[in-house]
């Protein structure tokens, strides 16, 4: 049958219509309260359920809806109540999702949505292990790929909500990734998404609401709840709290059936065939004690509808066999649909650029967990050294408590903003140190007997898997005991000159570098015998000019040389300098002319296309109070930097890299009188930024430092491009999507159509000959608009009003006490601008945009010196790539690390195009085996031929493929 909305749906038949209830909880870890006073609640919440399905044989099932984690908080306060718990897992009364967190992964890193589940189901395997259906029920939109992340971990079926409305999206229906992989949709509701049961059928029962969703949420003043609240000038902002519920279940039939009859009128008209769904999750709900009593007088009173207790898993099996033989709607990729009528289903898409602080060290933690210490762990083990699996875990988990939802979106309280602050340092730290230590030991193999007694060693490793060229800022401390040039000064000797030292390549060719800095000081040296000595090195930071092998290393020898002196100087060669006076950058691809309002006009010397006036800063009012939308402004006064004179400084200017650095001060209004327009006191908001040119490069390195001292505001930097185009590209997860930006006609919807969307490491403006790509370092919001000049934007940052409290109108106390949510302070941005030929895919971007986000890593060390404990070992050669993927830069590396069940390497690669392709695979490493597995690692979906180090993967289009290396010996990559 067609539904009202015009969506082919089973029919009903002649049966009753049967309405599943599922009770449950929707956890929010940290959002009104951190995560440690949500550990009090959250006991005092499981502990009443488990009493309550304990005592009630009858109340079958209530859902922990929150993730894995759950359990992890739980028993960290109640460890003893773990058999009682784990009994009701077993029995079926209770079940968790298959996520450890419930991020949005619009904001976090592909690879981490997996790892999400891997752990989430790692950590729920003791108890039963999570319900079988795909549930998020908070990412503010759904990526396109999440079918086959689904897939890959045997589910066949998704339910969420945000992203969908009843007119674009049926209550089920099929959902194709761009591979292929098709999950069976169930969707929530856009009148109170997860929470029908509650606030249409309980409510208005037996609490007399009307069945407004919006007047539900006033709630009624009642002195039997016993609603207490503190009093005192410290707690007075905690809610009020019942002590006990004193509502009654009315029996009067007339009663009944005339206040069900709000809960029919909206459940039924979403029936699938004869199944309504009725969702009682509400947020941090415990089980309802009535519930049981509710159901059996319904039951009892209503001749055409039989109501049932239900589970997630329950329904979607019960609607996956009404739908069979049913010609279903079929909806593909992602899923961002704005919200139509009033309702809760809302979109909410503008949590990507409030309190930006927490995505910028997200990306930090992310990309030095995932992208550099994984991968360096993971040829270490390969060669003979154990996996650090323990502390890895840990860093895993530290992460994913930070993905959660509320949490990475900025919506909580500043006081979680000051705990994940702390999460992201000790998952970088512990990442740096992991990668540090995997480097030494892979340096300790690498063959050096091709150098002097008093030569120090340069080894640099890139974890990518491409090949990489370009300019390395390094930091070398030679000791002055090796490198002291005997009878040799330079005048004036006051001053600290650079060693003279050749850096030469595998075959003892000479590389050109420049030393930019040079400092005498006593460094530390941590010896095993007795802790920490000083040494004196003579400190030179220099650029280097190198080409690296993908997912390897290549090693350069340092070796002192001889004064070179010229006895007959002459003219030497013209100046080759990047920078030039006047604000001129160039290089042999490149051309910037720095205009005197910082804005800056870039040459794409290879087809002569100029980029006029990019980057210069744009500012406008926001006055929410959500962090999830952005109000509207009648009086949206717009602040420009257009107009500013900037103080234009060059900072360096050598051969290998020129930086100009430009520094201005935007006077922006102080912040916004009451909710709608711009005060007329302003305050200066200092920007600095500085550009960066290298040598050989294809790109414009931007730093960008603010001291942001506004509120109530949004601020951009601005990029016109000049394209002829409707439509971008934007990385998201394992997928670069093309979207139109032409405004959609809403008419008088209730949500707005999103200018501001999300991207993950770049978005590209291209016509029919050329483009513009845009890289970032964690900025995960942009709008594309439709100007003449078809101007991109990056948001640096959007403020809010606090309102994660019990007081939804906040007192002027309330405003000042918590600024967090206006990012006070300094903040940090880096990007880049990358002009090419063709679209995304001939201009290489996505490569560049890896190579812009992921630090090359460097030891440096003596020469031709062995430990004794590694003088037997087999060496390596001076440069190798451990695994090269091939065709370079259309498979992209996702991940490399230990496997699940620590019998081997997980290689997770994606491919980027829209054809099938095969991927080849060549690697060094001692393993005797390869196979496909899926994402879960639990199945080999096809067993590879790995021959001489070499294997074929076919890849579908778009399609996430995981592979397992199993090692030679059994007694290597074991964990710790």
Known sequence: VKNAEGFTLPAKGDGKYKVH????????????????????????????????????????????????????????????????????????RTSMVSWYTLPDMNLVSPEATIRNHLVGRRVSKEFGGPMQSGFNATSY????????????????????????????????????????????????????????????????????????????????????????????????EMPFKSLCDSAEIPDDKAFLLEKYDIFRKQAYKQAIGRHVLGLDIDDNASPWTGQVEFIDKLNKVLDDTEIVQSSMDEFVEAITEEVEGVDLHVINGEVRHPLVEYGWNGLYAMIASVRVKMKLLNEQAETSLILVAEPLASFATALGTEYPRAILNE????????????????????SVQDDMDYRFRQVRTVSEEIGKRAIEDIWCRIDRSHCNEKDQTLTLFNTLAHKRSGVQALVLDLPVADFKT??????????????????????????????????????????????????????????????????????????????????????????????????????????????????????????????????????????SVWPHLDSPALRNQCVTSLGLNAIITMDQANSQRGVYRIQMNLPVPKEATGDWYR???????????????????????????????????????????????????????????????????????????????????????????SGLAIFNKGMRE??????????????????????????????????????????????????????HAGDWRQGNVMTEAYDFK????????????????????????????????????KVMLSALCQSEDGDGTIMRIWNTTDEPIEAKIRTTLPFKSASKVNMGETEVVDQLKLSGGAVTVPMRKAEITTIKFWFNSNKVGRNC
């Open 486 to 623: 005997d009878n040799y000064q330079h005048s004036p000797t006051e001053f600290v000159y650079p060693d003279l030292f050749d850096i030469l390549d595998e075959d003892g060719e000479a590389i050109d570098y420049e030393v930019t800095d040079i400092q005498a000081i006593e460094m530390g040296m941590e010896t095993i015998e007795s802790g920490s000595q000083k040494i004196d090195v003579k400190r030179h930071r220099i650029l280097m000019s190198v080409d690296l092998p993908p997912m390897g290393y290549r090693s350069f020898v340092i070796r002192k040389h001889q004064p070179r002196y010229v006895f007959n100087p002459q003219p030497g060669k013209a100046n080759s300098n990047i920078a030039q006076p006047g604000g001129i950058m160039e290089n042999q691809f490149l051309r910037v002319d720095i205009n005197s309002n910082g804005t800056f006009n870039l040459t794409d010397k290879q087809n002569g296309r100029v980029f006029d006036k990019l980057h210069y800063f744009d500012d406008r009012v926001s006055t």
């Open 141 to 236: 939109g759904q990526p396109a790929q999440m079918p086959q992340i689904y897939s890959g971990f045997g589910m066949k079926e998704a339910f969420f909500y945000r992203g969908t409305n009843r007119h674009q999206t049926p209550p089920t229906c099929w959902w194709d990734a761009p591979d292929g992989s098709r999950v069976l949709l169930v969707r929530g509701f856009d009148e109170v998404t997860r929470a029908n049961w509650s606030y249409f059928a309980i409510k208005p029962i037996v609490r007399g609401s009307t069945g407004d969703q919006l007047k539900s949420l006033g709630g009624i003043y009642t002195a039997k709840d016993i609603p207490v609240h503190m009093a005192d000038m410290e707690l007075c």
């Open 854 to 889: 992921t630090p090359v890593r460097a030891i440096q060390g003596p020469g031709n010196v062995d430990a004794p404990s590694m003088s037997k070992i087999e060496k390596l050669p001076p440069t190798q790539s451990f695994f090269e993927i091939e065709p370079a830069g």
């Open 21 to 92: 209830v599922i009770a449950g909880t929707h956890w929010d870890r940290e959002w009104r309260f951190t995560a440690e006073q949500s550990k009090v609640r959250l006991a005092e919440l499981i502990d009443d359920m488990m009493d309550k399905l304990e005592g009630n044989p009858g109340y079958r099932h209530f859902v922990l809806d929150g993730g894995a984690v759950v359990l992890e908080d739980y028993l960290s306060v109640r460890p003893e109540n773990k058999e009682r718990l784990k009994k009701l897992f077993e029995q079926g």
């Open 782 to 835: 942009y709008a594309a608009w439709d100007d003449p000049n078809r101007t991109v934007s990056l948001t640096l940052l959007r403020t809010y009003r606090a309102y994660i409290n019990a007081n939804t109108n906040m007192t002027p106390e309330e405003l000042e006490k918590y600024p967090g949510t206006h990012s006070p302070g300094i903040l940090e941005f880096n990007y880049s601008l990358c002009p």
């Open 395 to 414: 860093a895993w988990l530290t992460l994913l408590k930070n993905h959660s939802h509320d949490s990475i979106c900025g919506a909580a309280i500043d």
């Open 679 to 769: 005060s007329c006191d302003t305050v200066d908001i200092p920007i600095t930024t500085w550009l960066t040119l290298d040598k050989g490069g294809r790109r414009v390195d931007i730093r960008t430092k603010i001291d942001n001292r506004a509120k109530d505001h949004r601020l951009f930097v601005m990029f016109p491009t000049g394209m002829k185009t409707d439509h971008v590209a934007v990385e998201t997860p394992f997928m670069v999507e093309r979207r139109n930006f032409i405004p959609k006609d809403i008419g008088d919807n209730t949500e707005c159509d999103y200018r501001f969307q999300p991207m993950h490491n770049f978005i590209d403006m291209a016509d029919d000959k």
